[in-house]
C-alpha cells in the first residue's frame, strides 16, 4: 500500500509499504480523508510538543471506515464509518497518533477501539476530517466556560484552528470577530458566519475592537501562536474577561502585557488538544448543522501527498489542505 512517510527532517517520501496486521485488540482503518494540519509542519521541521523519532507517518485530522476487527474488538462493525482521537493511551505512555505513533496518511492503518468515535450519517467523509481540528477549537470555547448570544467572542488567528474556534462560538451563538491579515482566511470566517473581521495591517485591532465592542471582548481566543497576535492578546479583552491559549509558539520568547492578566482580574487558560469533548463536539455540528467547509481549500489524492505539503506551506494561496484516498 502507499504510505507518506516523514524519513527525516525536511525528507518527505511517499512509500510502498507493507499492509498492518492487527493484533486481537485493534481496528484496520481504511483511510478515507486526512487534512494536513500545522502540527505536521512541526513535526516535518524535527520538533514538536512531545518526542517523536522518524521515520514517521504523518496524518491525525482523518475520517475512515472500518475494513476488519480484532477478536476480541466489541461494540464496532465492519463498514462503520468512524474519527479517531489523536492523543491515546498505550501501556507504555501517552502517545500522539501521526507523531510518535504513526498515523493516517496511508491507505489503511491500525487503531484501538477505545480511540474511535462513529460517524453520524449526517456528516460525510469529507466533512469528519475536520472533526478533530474542530474539538480544539470546541475545547477551547468549552474550557472557558462556553459562550452564547450575550457574548463577544474575539479570534486572533484565522488559520484552520482560528477559524474553528470562530465556528464553534458561532454555533454556540456569540457575536464572533476574527483577526487575521491574509484577506482569503477573512473571506472563510465571514462565509462561516463571523459577524466582523479585523485586518490588522490596515488598522489597529486593539483600538477596532475596543470600538466595537465598548472595553473589550467577553473572550478572546489566541489561536494563531504568532509573536504579534501574542503580543496583543491580553488588550483585547474586556475587564474579567476570559482568553483560552490554542496557538503553538514553541521555543520563542514574545513581549507582551501581562500586567492586564491581573489588573483586568482575567481568566486565562491554555488549552492543548480536546480531551474529553469529542462526543460532544460531534454531536454539537450534527445537531447545528454547522459548514465548515469554507475552511478547506485544496484536495489532493494520497498519490500526490509531497506535493500537497508544499502547497500547504504557502499560507497566501490556501487553508486547509486534505488528502484523500480513492
Known sequence: ???????APEQAELRTVEMPRITPDEILVRMKAVGICHSDYELLGGRYIIPISYPVTPGHEWSGEIVELGRNVQGFSVGDRVVGECVVRLPDRIHHFGFSLDGADREFFTVRPEWLHKLPDGIDDLAASFIEPFTCG???????GGTDASETVVVSGG??????SAAAAIGMGARVIVIDPIAHRREAALKLGADAVIDPLAENPVDRVMEMTRGGADLVIEAAGHDRSLGKVFDL??????VAMIGINIGREVS???????????TVKGCIGSPGVWPAAIRFLERTGLDLSPI??????????VSAFELGKQADKCIKVTLLNS
Open 296 to 305: 478547506r481549500t485544496h484536495s489532493f489524492p494520497l498519490e500526490e501527498a
Open 138 to 144: 470546541f475545547y477551547g470555547v468549552q474550557r472557558l
Open 256 to 266: 507582551s502585557h501581562l500586567g492586564n492578566i491581573q489588573m483586568r482580574n482575567l
Open 159 to 164: 488559520g484552520t484552528i482560528g477559524l474553528v
Open 237 to 242: 479583552v474586556r475587564e474579567e474577561g476570559r
Open 1 to 7: 500500500m502507499r504510505a507518506l512517510t516523514f524519513n
